[in-house]
């Protein structure tokens, strides 16, 4: 119960794909770089921390290490977000975790949820809450995103569990 109850009104909790398990604050302190009081409705992802640490030290991510090649850095720097200044999002996000499956293109997310083993799909400027499945409605949707999570966990080596 506890868990539904400190994420009202979002579904689902840590561990899940559902907004209710990867929708976090991020809270930023940063003398004189970050406004004290500044918010931002920008959309960040956990990917998005390295590259945002190597911009602000001026480190480089390497391509390679002891002669093999390096998966390249799929995340984006916040800091233009930080100096108050926009940047251009995440085209497509993807997640996946414990066989918990999601991608999220424009206003649509495509969930795949492990207890329920079928695609749900919301439109989350109109239903941020994922309260209204709109799968049946848009199937050439739902298997567009489908097959570009696919691609993803293929090129990125995730194990995808049954």
Not at 49 to 70: F, M, Q, R, W
Request: glycine share 8%.
């Amino acid at each position: 119960g506890w868990a539904y109850a400190q994420n009202t009104p979002f579904r689902r909790w840590k561990q899940w794909v559902h907004e209710g398990g990867i929708s976090t604050p991020f809270i930023v302190r940063w003398p004189d770089v970050v406004e004290a009081g500044t918010t931002s409705n920008e959309v960040g992802h956990i990917i998005d921390l390295l590259p945002t640490c190597a911009d602000i030290t001026g480190v480089e991510y390497p391509k390679s290490h002891n002669g093999h090649d390096i998966l390249p850095v799929e995340g984006l720097t916040l800091r233009p977000l930080f100096e108050g200044n926009t940047r251009t999002g995440h085209e497509t996000l993807y997640w996946e975790w414990t066989g918990n499956r999601a991608i999220r293109q424009g206003d649509w997310k495509l969930c795949w949820d492990k207890t329920v083993q079928a695609w749900e799909l919301y439109n989350l400027p109109q239903d941020r809450t994922e309260m209204h499945n709109l799968a049946d409605r848009h199937p050439d949707v739902v298997k567009q995103l489908s097959n570009m999570w696919f691609a993803w966990a293929q090129e990125t080596e995730v194990e995808v569990k049954p």
